[in-house]
């Protein structure tokens, strides 16, 4: 028997996991964006008004992306709900302190290091 799994919602509609999973609770506790990589060599030899054009396209990009998986994620929350699972809203800013009692930030912060951490929380408010 299990209690309970941790995926996004377009996990769990195409794994089907609705199937054997009849309640979700929205936490909003992970954040995963997509990665541009590219070689810092090769980019610092384009003229300096390229490379502002590809800075500003993939800032504009990631921005997009997030209007994309927000839509997408309400589209799968009302597939889902047609399947029969229910979902829970839960209240965030206690699950962050519940969290902040834990090593889950800690170690989120360690992975990525102090200068993504405290990007990061420009955005989100103090984690942890």
Not at 74 to 94: C, H, I, S
Request: charged share 25%; net charge negative.
């Amino acid at each position: 028997m299990v209690e309970g799994q941790e995926n996004p919602l377009a996990i769990i509609s195409t794994a089907r996991l609705y199937e054997v999973q009849n309640s979700c609770s929205l936490t909003g506790h992970v954040w995963d964006g997509y990665w541009v990589l590219g070689n810092k060599r090769v980019f610092s030899t384009l003229p300096e008004d390229l490379q502002q054009i590809v800075m500003t396209e993939i800032d504009r990009s990631a921005l997009d992306q997030r209007g994309d998986i927000a839509r997408l994620n309400e589209t799968l929350r009302a597939g889902l709900q047609t399947k029969g699972m229910g979902f829970v809203d839960v209240d965030r800013e206690a699950f962050r302190a519940a969290l902040a009692k834990t090593n889950f930030y800690a170690e989120w912060r360690t992975k990525y290091g102090n200068e993504a951490w405290e990007l990061l929380e420009r955005f989100s408010g103090k984690l942890g």
